[in-house]
């Protein structure tokens, strides 16, 4: 993989080259950048398949990079020392990421997974996904890709009205009562909707609040979604469940 590092710290380009050249020989460095222009004009110039993105850096960030560059057809891995919110936002748009400092493990693991993403030739742009996520005004606006058994499917956040554990996959069930399978376990989504307006009601289920119909009292009670789906709220979960709507 074509690679170039855009970072403003001296001492992280040298680790992070470092770090590649000794753990990932299937990337081959073509550059390394102080500042976004430099990263511009190297990213036009040189044309890889792999950018390491820093977030702060002088003469604009990240992001205004990715504007002014507009459509992008590489893969991103951002080194960042971002807030916990933030790195959420960039899982939903499955866009890569290692905290600093730098961890062998985890930057195995994201180059790993760039290599797949490229090899699979997806066409969806991760990185516009990313940044229509941040700028969106509203959770209805923000999209997700969910990778199916033969590629990956976008779809609107608040399309979903709720997703079914089916061992190491899950169901996913929609406002217009299709459903898709997608190649994740169900604690996945839990833990990166976990800002959003789901809610985990039982070990099977993780459902969109803003879809519940009605609510029936017992020993963990019952939830009635708006497409009349009733689904079982365990015990464990259930004052989880009702502080939601306190």
Do not use: W
């Not at 991760?126 to 700028?135: F, I, K, W």
């Amino acid at each position: 993989m074509k690679a170039i590092i855009i970072e403003d710290e001296l001492d992280s380009r040298e680790t992070l080259r470092n770090y590649l050249g000794k753990y990932c020989p299937e990337v081959k460095l073509l550059a390394e950048c102080p500042d976004i222009k430099e990263g511009k004009a190297a990213i036009q110039k040189l044309h890889p398949e792999l950018v390491f993105l820093d977030i702060e850096m002088p003469y604009g960030n990240a992001f205004d990079l990715l504007e002014q560059l507009g459509e992008t057809n590489f893969e991103i891995i951002f080194v960042t020392a971002f807030s916990q919110y933030a790195i959420q936002a960039f899982n939903r748009s499955a866009v890569h990421y290692i905290l600093k400092p730098l961890d062998i493990d985890e930057l195995i693991l994201a180059v790993g997974k760039t290599k797949e993403r490229l090899k699979a030739k997806q066409e969806v742009n991760h990185t516009r996904l990313l940044l229509d996520n941040l700028s969106a005004g509203n959770i209805g606006k923000q999209k997700i890709a969910l990778p199916l058994m033969d590629g990956f499917e976008v779809v609107r956040i608040q399309e979903i009205v709720y997703c079914e554990a089916n061992d190491n996959f899950t169901h996913f069930h929609f406002v217009d009562g299709s459903k898709s399978l997608i190649c994740r376990k169900l604690k996945f989504y839990e833990e990166h909707f976990s800002d959003l307006n789901f809610c985990r009601v039982h070990r099977s289920f993780l459902i969109n609040l803003d879809y519940v119909k009605r609510y029936i009292k017992g020993k963990g009670g019952t939830v009635i979604m708006e497409n009349g789906k009733q689904i079982q709220v365990a015990n464990a979960r259930k004052k989880a469940f009702l502080n939601k709507f306190t």
